[in-house]
């Protein structure tokens, strides 16, 4: 998943607009080098996607399915660009649920944002650096999928799945700083289990839509899930 430049500058925009004393601190000393560090990622992936080639009818004719471990191999027979459309949408729902919800601690808005942006920013750009091995996507087994799909650049970038990662990195970023300051209430459990889950469903949609293995996946909800529970941690405010 390609991070949109557009909801990086709508919270940029929204970090300005809001000031306040946190309760998660973005002055702590973790900030030295977790800021620098996502930038360094962000800027690396651009670099990474720069070199993205497609395949060739005669790649396409050298793919066997049966080479493709058992557990990943369904995958080569989905294809659906309403479901495909659809993991868009999930995703998107994902990145802006915390910009509203979060909205009810405005005193703390500005440096939650900032932590959020951070979330983002190592999530999205991190499966780059994977994909740019060329794992390719089970689309290009699938024989009833159009021929020009099956060739897009983007055939090579199945591992691991950013959509995923995403997803479940704002869920469970969500979910842990609600929990924080409204703890063990119904509605933080119920952000945990939404947090999960939209992560767990925009995946599926990705396998089932032919754009990811079931193991780019997994891989995807595990990076997502150590992200979104690792910067809220890293930027605890001490309390003595």
């Known amino acids: 998943m390609r991070f949109s430049l557009a909801t990086v500058s709508c919270l940029l925009y929204s970090v300005s607009c809001l000031q306040g004393q946190a309760r998660f601190s973005l002055s702590s000393s973790p900030d030295s080098w977790v800021a620098p560090l996502t930038v360094a990622i962000s800027a690396g992936a651009l670099i990474v996607d720069r070199d993205t080639v497609g395949l060739t009818m005669e790649d396409l004719a050298a793919l066997d399915r049966e080479h493709v471990p058992a557990f990943d191999r369904p995958a080569t027979y989905f294809w659906s660009p309403e479901v495909r459309t659809a993991s868009h949408i999930s995703a998107g729902i994902a990145v802006i649920a915390p910009i509203l919800i979060l909205t009810e601690f405005r ?36 024989e009833l999928a159009p021929l020009d799909e099956r060739m897009r650049p983007e055939m090579t970038r199945s591992f691991f799945s950013g959509h995923t990662s995403v997803s479940t990195a704002a869920g469970v970023f969500l979910a842990t700083v609600y929990d924080a300051y409204r703890p063990g209430t119904g509605t933080a459990k119920a952000l945990w289990v939404g947090g999960l889950g939209i992560g767990i469903v925009t995946g599926s949609l990705r396998v089932f839509s ?30 003595s």
């Open 107 to 142: 005193s703390d808005y500005r440096d939650l944002m900032g932590m959020y942006l951070e979330t983002l920013l190592l999530s999205g750009p991190l499966p780059s650096y994977t994909k740019a091995l060329g794992r390719i996507r089970p689309l290009a087994y699938n």
């Open 210 to 239: 032919g754009m990811h293995f079931p193991s780019d996946v997994v891989t995807g909800f595990v990076v997502g899930a150590a992200v979104g529970c690792a910067v809220p941690e890293l930027h605890k405010r001490k309390t």
